[in-house]
């Protein structure tokens, strides 16, 4: 099988579950489908030869999971994204375009800090809006009609935590 085909269903594979992510309301459960999420855009790109979106993966990979085990420390949030930083500054050429996935990346990071759903929620719209941006910049319609999906989905998430924490106020 062609390997530019094998990462094409693997990125459609990830780009759905990207618009599951933003139905879901809870930060552990976000945070798992996230690393999945990771990995099989990981997969995607090393089959299409962005290594460096496999690396950004991973680091997002092993944030989540330091986040998961442990609270996300301010020194953990400042390591990760002077790491994502720098590795964005030499691995790019440095237009504002190619610094949209870093500001997505610190979106989520600076979010997950917060015991809030709805924080992590809203950084995870903000990291939308940045790849929205990217991919429409990019002329990637596949995935920016996904990340549009997925602004939906996460708007409806976003909603679903509100109604839930009004619908817990009236109960008592």
């Known amino acids: 099988m062609n390997l530019v085909l094998v990462?094409?269903?693997?990125?459609?594979?990830?780009?759905?579950?990207m618009v599951i992510i933003g139905y879901l309301k809870?930060?552990?459960?976000i945070l798992w489908a996230q690393n999945l999420q990771f990995v099989l855009f990981s997969i995607s790109y090393?089959?299409?030869?962005?290594m460096a979106a496999v690396v950004s993966n991973m680091v997002s990979l092993l944030r989540n999971l330091i986040c998961l085990k442990w609270n996300l420390t301010l020194p953990l949030q400042i390591f990760f994204i002077a790491f994502q930083g720098v590795f964005t500054f030499i691995t790019?050429?440095?237009?504002?375009?190619?610094?949209?996935?870093f500001v997505a990346a610190t979106c989520i990071t600076l979010s997950l800090r917060s015991k809030k759903d709805i924080i992590i929620k809203l950084g995870c719209i903000g990291s939308i809006l940045c790849f929205g941006t990217y991919d429409f910049f990019l002329?990637?319609?596949?995935?920016f009609a996904f990340d549009c999906f997925s602004m939906v989905t996460s708007l409806i998430g976003v909603y679903r935590i509100t109604f839930d924490k009004k619908e817990a106020e009236e109960t008592f």
């Open 26 to 29: 809870h930060k552990k459960t």
């Open 92 to 101: 790019t050429d440095n237009r504002w375009i190619d610094w949209l996935p």
């Open 139 to 143: 002329k990637n319609w596949i995935v």
């Open 7 to 17: 990462g094409r269903i693997f990125s459609i594979l990830a780009c759905i579950l």
């Open 46 to 50: 090393a089959c299409l030869g962005g």
